[in-house]
C-alpha cells in the first residue's frame, strides 16, 4: 500500500541555547531544538532531529501557594535560588527556567539589581542553559529585564517575554546581550505571527526567536493550545517564515493551576493519591503539547519530569 | 502565488542595450530588482529585436545564473532556442515557457520537460488558434495535463495558461477564462498549476493597471497560482497578497504583507 506523504517545503528553525567557554560563555552545554521538516514523529513523511527539551520552573523567591507534592520536591531549598537551581538539575532539569515573580510590584516589587543577582547566583551554581522569565508588569519588565540581560551577557540565554504592546526594550536587551527572545500571544495565531514581525522589524533575526503560544491545561484551553500550535506548524512547514519558530510551553505552571491537578484527597476522595495524580496531570500535558510541536517544555514536578522522559525515549528509540 | 517576474526581456530598452553591448551588469540589476522586490522566477526572453536568438538566449541564461539561484523560465516559441537555453542552464531550476497545446508539440516538448526536469508552460491554444469558449478551453487544458501523465510529468511540474485576452476588443473572454480555470482545478489531484501573463490584458486601455490588478484579485479566487508580471508593481503584489488572505492562503498577521515579502524572499 502507498502512503500518503504530505509534502512540506521548509522547516522549523533550529535554535541553540547556552554558551559554553569556547562561545563566550560559562555553561557546560548547550541545548538545540526545532529543525523539524515534518510534524511531531512522522518519520515517513521527514526528520525530526532533535527532541524536545525538558526546561525545569523555578523562581526568584519562594512560592506561595504550591500544593503539597510541589512542596515535598523543592521546599526546603525554595528560599536560595542557587540550592533550587542545583536541585532542579539534580532532578533532570535540561535548561532553567528562572521565572522573575518577586520583581513583580504585587509579589515582592523586588529591583531590578536583586533580580540580576539572583540570576548570578544561578549561573553560578548549575552548568544548564537559562530561560530567563520577567514578572509580566510591563513597566516593570521594562527596568528588570535590560539589568538581568546584562548580568547574563554572552550565556546565551532565552528572555520573555515580548508581546505585541511591549517588545521593544527587551528585543533591544536581546539585540545588545546576544540573547534569543521568546514571542508571546494570547492563545491567538494572527497576533503570535504579528509579534513576530515586531521584533523582526527591529533587526532581529528570526531565527532568534521561540513561540509562546500560552499554554493551556488538560481540561482548562488545551484544545486551544493545540489547534493554534499545530496550526502554526503547518503553516510554518508551509513556508510562513514568521511562523517557522520552536514554541515553548508553560506545562508545570498551568497543569498545577488546575484543580484536578491540585485539589486534596479530602475535598476530592474519589480521585485518588493527590501524590501521583498531580505529576500524572502535568506529564499528560507535556505528553500531548509535544505532539502538537512544542520544542521546550517547561515543567515543575520531578516525577512528571522523569515520565515524560521515558515517553520521550520511547518515543525516540 | 508564483511570481515569474517579467523584466528580463529584450523589448525592454534597458535589457536591449544590454544584450547589444554584452554589458552584463544591466542584466544582473534587472535580474536582481526583481529578485528583490519579490520574484519567484524570472522570464527570459530575448526580444523582438534579437538577430541571434539561440546566442543571446544562451548568453542572457549564463549571466543571470551569475547573481541567482531562482527558477529560470526560458520563454521562446522557438525549439531550438528551447533546447539550447535547457542546456545553458545548468545551475537554476527551469520552467519552459512554452508549448502550445497542440499533441504533435506536446509530444516534443513533454519529453524535453521530463529529460531536464525542468517545470513547463502549456499554453490553451490548439491547431485551430485560441479557443472561444469554456468547454474547448478546458479540453486543451486536458490534453495538456494527461500528455503529462503520459510523458512522466508530474503535475507539480505543469503550468497551464488559459490565454487572456486585451478587455478591450474581447470583454466577454474574461469570464470565460476565469470559469474555464475553475474547471482546470478537477483535471486532476494534485491540480496543475495556473499561470497568467497580464499584459495583454490592459493593452490599449486607459485604465490598463486597474484591469490587470482586479483580474488578478479574480483570478485568485479561480485558482490562479502563478502569474508573468513585474515583480516590482507593488500594487498589483499587494492585490494579490491580499486576495491569497482572503482566500485563507495565508494566516492573518496586521503585517500580512511584510510576513508574504519576508516568507517569499529569494535575496542571496
Redesign the interface.
Known sequence: MESVVEKWTTKVNTITLGATKQMGGTREKTVTVGGSSTLPYLNFEGAWPNPPAIAIEMWDREPDGWPEPLADAYADVWKDPAKWAKRAVEYGAEMLCVTLKGTHPDFGNRSPDEAAGVVKDVLKAVGVPLIIWGSGDFNKDNDVMPRVSEAAKGENCLLGTAVEKNYKTLTASCLADGHKIIGESPLD???A??VN??I??MGFK?EDIVIFPATGALGYGMEYSYSIME??RT?GLS?????AQPVICTVGQESWRVKEARGSEKDFPTWGDLKKRGPLWEATCAATLMQAGGEIVVMRHPDAVKSFKSLLREFTA | MFVIGERLNGMFLDVRKGIQTKDKSIIHKVALDQVKAGANALDINVGPASDKPLETMVWLIETVQEVTNITLSIDTPKFDVMKAGLQACTKNPILMNSTKGEEAKLDKYMPLAKEYNASIIGLCINEKGIPKDVNSRVETAALIAAKAMEHGVEMDRVYIDPIVMPANVAQEQSKIVLESMSQFRLLSDPPPHIVVGLSNLGQGARERELLTRTWIVMGVFNGLDAAIMDAADKEMMDAFITAELLMSK??????YI??YQ???NHVQ
Open positions: 495565531i494572527n497576533i505571527k504579528q514581525i515586531l523582526s522589524e528570526l496550526r502554526g503553516a513556508g510562513d517564515r514568521m511562523l | 495565508a494566516i492573518y498577521s496586521d503585517s511584510k510576513a519576508a516568507s517569499h
